[in-house]
Structures are given as structure tokens and as C-alpha cells.
């Protein structure tokens, strides 16, 4: 069965340095994994997906992802955070195989101090 | 992507009575899910709702409580029904591909007094 794992409630970071929210994953082929944010009050966006090709996929906002396949691993990165980059974000994690539904994990909590 | 707008985007129900919950998307989607979401929590899958044919509902859920429609590739509802204070959360409808990138609704936030 597949899964997804986001050990950090909560990360908090200074203004200016780079961040780092982590994600590790379990599914039985090569997944198709995602990170989602979530500003208060609103729905989820989509950020950056990793299917096959690069490890290293770009998103919005500055946002980038590393997929480590031995690590089974999918850490959501930005050199430089933004006080507005405080939200809450998801990691997700599809199985081709295993029909139409998303796994999602628990959030981490990004709060970024000026 | 896809824009996803949803309505009512909040009410208060008494218990006993029913919400349906409308999701409009502004392109044709293959796939729509309705979630289930408490503030600052992970999101729970209620179902998939599948275009001409019953939705597939997830462990847990079940189409007496929770009766899904799908009348075409750019909408749905979602009922919550005899609703209890149990049944206050936030719903989200999303659209999305078989790869599974979402597009996510703004929510409703239903609370059951």
C-alpha cells in the first residue's frame, strides 16, 4: 500500500535562509509525487510534481523538489524563504498502478520570521 | 490547470437536515474528488466521482450519508446528509488528471450545531 510520511509538524526559518520541508515516501512502483501548499483560510495549490526525468523539478513561487529514489525521499526546497511562504504544505504521492487516488501526508507547518 | 469554484462557501446547518455542496470547473476534467479537511489537518478522500456512473466511495464513507452526482465533465455535488455536529469540517472538491495533479475548490466550511 502506498504512503506518505512528513516527520516535521512544523519547521520555522529566518527570512533570507534557505528551507527545507521533508517527505518521504512508500509505494510499490515509481510514484508520482507532488507538493501542495495551503495559505490560511484557503484551498490547496499545486506547486511541482515530479513524474519521470530530472530528480531535481521546479515549481511555482521558487519552489523545488529533489526525488531521491534510494532514499524514497521527496524534500520540498527554496533557497531563500519569504515571510509570505508561511502556509501550510502537503506532501502527495500517487502509485500509476494503483488507480485515480492520492495519498496525501499529515502537512508541515512553515513558519517563516522577518 | 483548472479553476475550481465551489458554493456555499460556508454555512451553519442544524442537525438532521442535509447540505448539498456544488463544485463547477471551468474546463473538462477526466477525474473529480470531494475531501474532507479539518482546519490545519490532512485531507481525507470521501470519494471519486465518476462521470454517468456511481461514485467509489473510501473506507469509511458511504453513499446513503455522503450521495454523490456527476452529470457531466465540469460538475458535481456532494450531500452531506442527517448531519450531526460530527460532520463539521471543510469540504474540498478537486479536479485532476490519471497522473493525479489536483486542482483544488476553496472549500466549504460546514459546521453542524
Known amino acids: 500500500a502506498q504512503s506518505v510520511a512528513q516527520p516535521e509538524d512544523q519547521v520555522n526559518v529566518a527570512e533570507g535562509n534557505p528551507l527545507t520541508v521533508k517527505c518521504t515516501y512508500s509505494?510499490?512502483?515509481?510514484?508520482?509525487l507532488f507538493w501542495y501548499v495551503q495559505y490560511p483560510n484557503r484551498g490547496l495549490q499545486f506547486l511541482l510534481k515530479y513524474i519521470t526525468g530530472d530528480n531535481l523539478v521546479k515549481g511555482s513561487y521558487g519552489f523545488e523538489a529533489e526525488f531521491n529514489k534510494s532514499q524514497t525521499s521527496f524534500h520540498l526546497k527554496k533557497p531563500s524563504a519569504l515571510v509570505s511562504d508561511s502556509a501550510l504544505y502537503f506532501c502527495?504521492?500517487?502509485?500509476?498502478?494503483?488507480?485515480?487516488?492520492?495519498?496525501f501526508g499529515a502537512g508541515t507547518r512553515l513558519f517563516v520570521k522577518a | 490547470s483548472a479553476v475550481i469554484s465551489q458554493k456555499p462557501s460556508r454555512d451553519i446547518c442544524q442537525r438532521g437536515t442535509s447540505l448539498t455542496i456544488q463544485c463547477q470547473v471551468d474546463s473538462q476534467v477526466t477525474m473529480m474528488f470531494w475531501y474532507r479537511q479539518q482546519p490545519g489537518q490532512s485531507l481525507t478522500l470521501i470519494a471519486t466521482?465518476?462521470?454517468?456512473?456511481?461514485?467509489?466511495?473510501e473506507s469509511g464513507f458511504v453513499i446513503d450519508k455522503f450521495p454523490i452526482s456527476r452529470p457531466n465533465l465540469t460538475f458535481s455535488t456532494l450531500t452531506v446528509s442527517n448531519m450531526s455536529p460530527e460532520d463539521s469540517s471543510i469540504y474540498l472538491c478537486s479536479a485532476g488528471d490519471s497522473r493525479g495533479e489536483q486542482y483544488f475548490g476553496p472549500g466549504t466550511r460546514l459546521t453542524v450545531t
Open positions: 502527495a504521492v500517487k502509485d500509476p498502478g494503483g488507480g485515480f487516488k492520492t495519498i
Open positions: 509505494v510499490s512502483g515509481n510514484p508520482y
Open positions: 466521482a465518476n462521470q454517468g456512473s456511481e461514485a467509489t466511495y
